[in-house]
């Protein structure tokens, strides 16, 4: 018997042999399982005058920019 490698190759197998492929996968990676899982956790920031504004007391400056070694 030849060994499958991936996953199409065992969907294909699975329906030349005319098994459902329902019974080899469990409802939990379904689209709307994922769409569930992800629907409302965090809402999206639609601009940059959302964030959040915060005052440390001093300034944050940016990371020198320097060459790197290489071409």
Do not use: C
Not at 47 to 69: E, M, V, Y
């Amino acid at each position: 018997m030849k060994i499958r490698t991936s996953l199409t190759d065992s969907y294909r197998y699975l329906s030349k042999m005319g098994q459902p492929l329902e019974n080899y996968g469990d409802s939990y990676y379904t689209a709307v399982k994922f769409g569930a899982a992800y629907e409302n956790l965090i809402p999206a920031l639609t601009n940059k005058a959302q964030w959040q504004q915060l005052d440390h007391g001093f300034f944050i400056h940016p990371p020198l920019l320097k060459s790197t070694a290489g071409r």
